[in-house]
């Protein structure tokens, strides 16, 4: 699975953005999905998740009420609405994909086995 995001960019503080993150592969409804991000000095962490239906989601204390996981398994596309950003929301982001059995997701980052290659958010303030 070869993954591609896009979306990133520069919006003020309390702005929205959309990533996305297409993948390649006809197995793609197999994949638990999720989305992490990591700052200039700091570690990767986790943002959200979704199990390969998407029924099941899960998000980081810090974006949740505020950013939502979702995808197209018809368009091979996993999305992140992201709004009332903060400066704090500023890193590169990052999808990654982890073939699954079972409909559940995933939030530490070495259980994913495809990462894209990052896509920036800056959030001025």
């Known amino acids: 699975v070869q993954l591609q995001a896009s979306g990133g960019g520069l919006v003020q503080a309390g702005g929205s953005l959309r990533l996305s993150c297409a993948a390649s592969g006809r197995t793609f409804r197999s994949y638990a999905m999720g989305w992490f991000r990591q700052a200039p000095g700091k570690e990767r962490e986790f943002v959200a998740a979704?199990?390969?239906?998407?029924?099941?989601?899960y998000y980081a204390d810090s974006v949740k009420g505020r950013f939502t996981i979702s995808r197209d398994n018809a368009k091979n596309t996993v999305y992140l609405l992201m709004n009332s950003l903060k400066p704090d929301d500023t890193a590169v982001y990052y999808c990654a994909a982890h073939y699954s059995f079972g409909d559940t997701y995933f939030i530490t980052p070495d259980t994913y086995d495809y990462w894209g290659q990052g896509t920036l958010v800056t959030v001025s303030s």
């Open positions: 979704i199990s390969w239906s998407g029924i099941s989601t």
